[in-house]
């Protein structure tokens, strides 16, 4: 069959099949000597050597071919790896034959060899896009984990900035009353059989009102603190603005008349609401009695209604001395750092507007200032009429 085939191809075919082979990007040819010397290598063959050529045969090497012997020429039937050890190195399938001190190498890509590349490349390949998913996937874990932990922290900013408030709170608010109510009782103590009836009853009402601010403080600081934990949820019932309005004015009405300031309301509007009657009354309160506190003798507070969309908007607003702009941003925060007494020389808790805002942010609503210094202030917050 051998004889048959060769005498179809040759000699008609003879030089177009010898440059095919030579020429094939798949076959790497070459013809050395057995002392090592290059004869001959078609191009693919040279792009596997490196350096010197003895050192090129890596598996098996030089050495070890030239001292195989066989029956007939044919001396190696396997892979050969050729190249560099400190590099890339190259196997291809190769017949090695010995003639007249020679060696004639032809070698190639081995078919199942190729597959079994691809196959491991393949699978190599899946294995780069599961660890580049695993990758993502870890990346966007660790980029979730670092929000949070940023935001513990800042949470932890704001407890740290919270607590050196509520100490500063205690230490100047709560001490004041106190060395008053001691100053007070220790001269009672001490003079009580000699004052007057009307100096006694001057001290009596001194205490009273140490008292009661001191009483209003620790009042403040307890629903502050219950409303921070998160044991402070609002109670939401059915109620009337009106109603509301008419019992903080009520609460208010001594010290509007001691100051003589003039307390009024404007409603425009007057439809049920759902809140925490309580909270409501605290934070209208609040706002009430700091403008109060702030408006000079002679001066008007009024508590307005309006609605906007699905929101109504509180307002109380006063005739006082203002509040300068670069303060506004900053009047709700624990780290407020405007601190005025009033006009009639009252001082405050410190909390008001701060336990204002928590028990609106309760509510889902909204608390913001406007003022003009000289002319007054609107303290504005907002509610939504749906729960």
Request: charged share 25%; net charge neutral.
């Amino acid at each position: 069959m051998q004889d048959n085939f060769s005498s179809f191809l040759f000699p008609e075919w003879e030089n177009e099949i010898s440059t095919a082979i030579l020429e094939n990007r798949s076959l790497c040819i070459a013809l050395l000597s057995i002392e090592g010397s290059l004869i001959f290598a078609n191009p693919q063959m040279l792009t596997l050597f490196s350096g010197e050529l003895k050192d090129s045969f890596i598996n098996p090497t030089f050495e070890k071919i030239i001292s195989l012997s066989s029956n007939d020429s044919l001396v190696y039937d396997g892979f050969l790896t050729l190249g560099d050890y400190s590099s890339v190195n190259t196997s291809i399938m190769t017949h090695i034959y010995r003639k007249n001190n020679k060696l004639l190498i032809i070698g190639g890509v081995d078919v199942e060899q190729l597959v079994t590349q691809n196959h491991n490349l393949h699978q190599m390949n899946q294995d780069i896009n599961n660890l580049q998913r695993d990758l993502i996937k870890e990346k966007h874990n660790l980029e979730s984990t670092l929000k949070k932990l940023d935001k513990a922290n800042n949470e932890l900013k704001e407890l740290v900035a919270t607590r050196d408030k509520l100490f500063s709170i205690i230490a100047h608010d709560l001490k004041s009353p106190f060395n008053g109510l001691l100053g007070l009782t220790e001269l009672l103590s001490e003079n009580a059989k000699i004052f007057p009836p009307e100096k006694l009853s001057s001290f009596a009402k001194e205490v009273n009102t140490s008292s009661k601010q001191a009483y209003k403080l620790l009042e403040n600081l307890l629903e502050w603190s219950r409303s921070q934990t998160g044991k402070l949820k609002p109670n939401r019932e059915r109620i009337k603005p009106s109603e509301v309005i008419s019992e903080v004015k009520h609460s208010c009405k001594n010290s509007a008349y001691a100051k003589n300031i003039a307390l009024h309301s404007k409603l425009e509007f007057d439809e049920i609401i759902h809140a925490d009657r309580e909270m409501l009354k605290t934070i209208l309160r609040n706002l009430t009695t700091n403008a109060l506190k702030f408006t000079s003798p002679g001066g008007r507070v009024t508590l307005k209604t309006t609605s906007n969309k699905d929101q109504i908007i509180f307002t109380v607003s006063d005739t006082g001395f203002g509040i300068e702009p670069q303060y506004i941003d900053g009047i709700f925060g624990v780290d407020c750092k405007l601190s005025r007494k009033g006009t009639a020389n009252e001082s405050g808790t410190g909390l008001g507007l701060i336990l204002c805002k928590e028990f609106i942010e309760k509510h889902s609503g909204q608390i913001w200032a406007e003022s003009t210094p000289g002319k007054g202030s609107d303290f504005f917050f907002s509610l939504p009429l749906q729960t």
